[in-house]
């Protein structure tokens, strides 16, 4: 969706790099998920971020939410070929309503 | 927990068919989610339904799409008649809205139209 956009749409990082993803609205984002997915299958749910200035960490993926609630970035800390996938940024517009839309995706690739 | 069930995985179909995804919720789960996923427009949401209820369709591209939940463990989209710019990755997601709970994607459909 144009209303969620993230960036960058393709990244190729060498093994053991840290790596950033970002998603950005220009609305206020209500519950803010992050998902990745491997081609072919589902999309996994990584984290959800609800609080402006919140931030949640899962093994080398962390995740922030900024205080105005119209950002969020997706940090990998030393990357593995395990981290590759697309990910995905998704978020309901309107407070109140469960109509989630998502990003674009980010197309990630980690060489060995 | 089985996860949300999707099925067909796969389906290929002649332009003009009618086409049935069908899905599975998670049980527990008050909420559906239907989204088309293309590498032209990425994955949009077509559908959302509450308590069996739908509440938008504002996604759903034509009247060739339909889509219902006659239970709170199944619904299904369907698409008649079927065109090839339908074609697509389905997916069905559902959750527990209002508790903090994120959506599950099952492993989507395939839609191939010729």
């Known amino acids: 969706s144009q209303e969620l956009e993230q960036s960058p749409q393709s990244l190729i990082v060498q093994e053991g790099k840290n790596l950033t993803i970002n998603c950005t609205s220009s609305k206020t984002l209500y519950g803010l998920y992050w998902y990745k997915q491997k081609y072919g299958e589902g999309l996994i749910f990584l984290m959800m971020?609800?609080?402006?200035?919140e931030e949640k960490s899962h093994e080398k993926i962390t995740a922030k939410l900024d205080e105005k609630k119209q950002q969020s970035s997706l940090h990998i800390t030393a990357s593995q070929p395990s981290h590759a996938g697309i990910y995905l940024c998704?978020?309901?517009?309107?407070?109140?309503?469960?109509?989630?839309?998502f990003g674009t995706g980010t197309r990630l690739k980690v060489l060995a | 927990d089985a996860g949300v069930i999707q099925s067909p995985r796969h389906e290929v179909t002649e332009m003009g068919q009618e086409v049935t995804l069908r899905c599975k919720p998670i049980?527990?789960?008050?909420?559906l989610f239907w989204y088309r996923q293309t590498m032209m427009r990425g994955l949009e949401l077509l559908i959302y339904?509450?308590?069996?209820?739908?509440?938008?369709d504002s996604g759903m591209p034509e009247d060739r799409f339909s889509a219902k939940m006659p239970n709170a463990s199944f619904s299904t989209l369907k698409i008649q008649p079927s065109e090839p710019r339908d074609s697509a990755v389905y997916f069905c997601?559902?959750?527990?809205?209002?508790?903090?709970?994120?959506?599950?994607f099952g492993n989507g459909t395939r839609l191939t139209v010729t």
């Open positions: 339904f509450n308590n069996n209820v739908p509440i938008d």
């Open positions: 971020l609800q609080k402006g200035g």
């Open positions: 049980s527990g789960h008050n909420s």
């Open positions: 997601a559902s959750s527990l809205v209002g508790g903090g709970s994120p959506l599950h």
């Open positions: 998704g978020a309901a517009l309107t407070s109140g309503t469960y109509k989630y839309i």
